[in-house]
């Protein structure tokens, strides 16, 4: 019996023990940590986490020894007698004193940087966020930009199983968007976040936290990126079917550079541009960034009579990400959700008509509005649409009048 404890008790210290040192390997290469980021306020997030871990660990440490100690010092089987007494002045001050000051200890720290994260004030420029089924959507409010974040095309091939790009071989698989947020760095940055169907949530781990982002409400944090980088993250709000499939990515440039980006997307964004939006992302190597110098710029202009050859090839590429996710690459839709384009009669029907559901979408539905696309954009897409899968119309919509159906 004697030896039965005994050899129970070093089992217990094994244990104990060997976890230990296993969280001390762990704890080598970072993998069970929270990230220390990239922001002040990140930093001061993942100070506040490792003051309360440690905290815990002594409170842990302390607790489970006394527990231990006694049940080894005061066991029945070396003749412990329990003491009978009840009420202790003294015990009942100190198991209150001492809880009420570790919780101050943690509370004052908690709170400062609680205050910090929510003063937003004096930012240097604000994004507004929208989370859409299944995307995001960003709009720099001082600049005029804004644009539609999606899945990257090789990402979105791979997850939907197929035949040829496997997810292991997609360099951040799932992670990786068309078009990233690109932000300056050491600038303060604001974020509104909203939703357009239901709530999503915009987390990217290294900025030290996320926030919901609610239908008809406005949640606003902020953020001081101080070394340049891409920052990924996620939808972290479960938010329908292809809730993983809305990463985030952060691109923090030197501000010389972020203002070259700007410059390019208000081109981009400037009526009778052929720009499609894909130009902001640089990672594919498949599609080639396309800078615009002055020169350049000016010569877009020139392709405000696109032919139909040029509208499909820019067509493809904007339906693809804009709205093959619900209506399917080859048009067919996923009936009754998502109704099929390839045939569909509002898509061989009058053109207005056919424009107006794209501007306005239909109110109530997953189909959304695409107002925010450029004119060039929808006149692609329009004219792609009317013409892919078999529906051969052969009519042609130029950005010209997309703007006057706005
Ligand atoms: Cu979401």
Redesign the pocket.
């Known amino acids: 019996m004697r030896l039965e404890s005994k050899k129970s008790a070093a089992r217990a210290g094994g244990v104990v023990f060997g976890l230990l040192a296993a969280a001390g390997t762990a704890h080598a290469d970072f993998a069970l940590n929270m990230t220390p980021g990239v922001s002040s306020v990140s930093r001061e997030v993942y100070g506040l986490h490792m003051l309360l871990l440690w905290i815990c660990t002594a409170i842990g440490v302390l607790v489970f020894s006394a527990i231990i100690y006694s049940v080894i010092k005061f066991r029945r089987s070396k003749g412990a007698v329990a003491a009978q007494f009840h009420h202790n002045t003294t015990v009942e001050i100190v198991w209150t004193v001492i809880p009420m000051l570790i919780l101050i200890s943690i509370a004052v720290p908690a709170t400062k940087v609680l205050v910090v994260m929510e003063d937003t004030s004096n930012s240097d420029l604000s994004i507004k966020v929208t989370?859409y089924q299944?995307r995001w959507g960003y709009e720099y409010l001082d600049e005029g930009i804004s644009f539609i974040s999606s899945l990257d095309r090789q990402s979105d091939l791979a997850r939907q199983r197929n035949p040829v790009i496997k997810p292991r071989e997609v360099e951040n698989y799932l992670l990786e968007v068309d078009n990233p947020v690109v932000v300056p760095v050491g600038k303060k940055i604001r974020f509104l976040l909203t939703s357009n169907d239901v709530i999503?949530s915009w987390w990217v781990p290294a900025l030290g936290w996320k926030r919901d982002a609610i239908p008809g409400y406005i949640n606003e944090l902020w953020t001081r990126i101080e070394e340049p980088g891409i920052y990924r993250g996620q939808?972290a709000?479960l938010?329908g079917r292809d809730?993983a499939f809305?990463p985030i990515v952060v691109k923090a440039v030197p501000e010389d550079e972020y203002r070259a980006w700007v410059e390019e997307q208000k081109a981009r964004m400037a009526p009778g541009r052929q720009e499609p939006a894909q130009a902001a992302n640089p990672a594919p190597a498949s599609q080639p960034q396309q800078a615009l110098p002055p020169a350049a710029a000016a010569a877009q202009d020139v392709v405000a009579e696109p032919t139909l050859a040029e509208l499909m090839q820019l067509g493809e590429q904007a339906y693809l990400t804009n709205c093959a996710s619900c209506h399917q690459a080859d048009g067919t839709g996923m009936p009754p959700m998502f109704p099929a384009l390839k045939g569909s009669p509002v898509v061989a029907g009058d053109i207005d008509a056919h424009l107006e559901v794209v501007l306005r979408g239909v109110p109530g539905t997953a189909m959304v509005s695409f107002a925010h696309l450029s004119d060039a954009e929808l006149a692609a897409i329009v004219t792609y649409k009317r013409n892919a899968w078999g529906n051969d119309t052969g009519e042609l919509i130029r950005p010209a009048d997309v703007r006057a159906a706005r």
Do not use: A, V, Y
């Open positions: 989370g299944w999503h939808c709000e938010c809730h809305m």
